[in-house]
Structure formats: structure tokens, C-alpha cells
């Protein structure tokens, strides 16, 4: 956060973080789990990770850092709908993404069936790739609905 507090005093727009996300997350079911995700419920042992994390961020770093944010901690500590704007979790990519890099295609381009990587063939299902493609448009969302300066 330093860095981008440094960035955020030297640079003319004024750099600020619209969002934290928790990445490479394993997924137990493709049903909302709110406010980490609209599309997925990630393993209780990754909720409370993303949960514990979550309350740091809220009542530790907005603290030092309230500037820095494109969504303004809230006044009366109620960080619910702050942590909701600010934070999201994203799936790992599994299979998925890993033959995305082998083919050097993302993911949300590919199609859904086998095809064939520099070492190694890849069944890639649909289903799969319709939950990946789900949950970047929930980022994508997120992105999209952030406050204008």
C-alpha cells in the first residue's frame, strides 16, 4: 500500500485502488456467497481466510490508507458494503487456464471440447468455461460500477 500511496501523491490522476482481489480460489459450489462472490461459494476454509482478511482490510488499512481508495470507507464503520465494492474473490482457473497458457488463448475465447496443446491433449467442458466466463464478468461488473471523479 505504500507504493501505491507514493504513486497515488506523484502521479497527476491521483492512483487509487478500485479493488482487492482474492485470487486462484477453490471453489466448493457455483452459488452466490455474499459479499465475496455473486457467482460462487468458495470452501469454508477460504471463506474465513477471505473473511479474516476482509475485516484487516476494513478496520486496519482504510485506516492508514482512506484515500487510496476509489470506494470511500465508510463513516460510521459499518464496512459491510465496503468490503461488497471492494473486494471479490476469482476461481482458479484450473485445467482451463492452464491450456489457455499452452495455446497462448485466453479463456474466454476458447471452445468448449478437446483441443489439442504443445505436449498434451485438453478436454475442456463447457459448463467449466461458462462458470470461469461468469465470474470475470462479475469483476468486469465491478469494475463498471465504480464511482467516476
Given at each position: 500500500m505504500q507504493e501505491l500511496k507514493i504513486l497515488h501523491i506523484q502521479s497527476s490522476q491521483g492512483a487509487k485502488l478500485l479493488a482487492v482481489l482474492w485470487n486462484k480460489v477453490n471453489v466448493q459450489k457455483h452459488v452466490p456467497c455474499l459479499p465475496v462472490s455473486s457467482t460462487l461459494t468458495p470452501t469454508k476454509a477460504v471463506q474465513e481466510l477471505v473473511g479474516t482478511l476482509n475485516q484487516h482490510l476494513a478496520q486496519k488499512v482504510t485506516l492508514k490508507y482512506a484515500d487510496l481508495f476509489v470506494h470511500p470507507p465508510p463513516e460510521d464503520r459499518d464496512f459491510s458494503k465496503f468490503i461488497e465494492a471492494v473486494t471479490m474473490v476469482v476461481q482458479d482457473f484450473a485445467l482451463a487456464g492452464i491450456a489457455a497458457q499452452d495455446l497462448?488463448?485466453?479463456?474466454?475465447?476458447?471452445?468448449?471440447?478437446?483441443?489439442?496443446?504443445?505436449?498434451?491433449?485438453?478436454?475442456?467442458?463447457?459448463?467449466?468455461?461458462?462458470?470461469?466466463?461468469?465470474?470475470?464478468?462479475?469483476?468486469?461488473?465491478?469494475?463498471?460500477?465504480?464511482?467516476?471523479?
Open positions: 497462448g488463448t485466453p479463456f474466454a475465447t476458447m471452445q468448449p471440447g478437446m483441443l489439442q496443446g504443445g505436449q498434451m491433449p485438453y478436454d475442456i467442458k463447457a459448463d467449466k468455461l461458462q462458470r470461469l466466463q461468469e465470474n470475470i464478468l462479475e469483476l468486469v461488473h465491478k469494475i463498471d460500477a465504480a464511482p467516476t471523479a
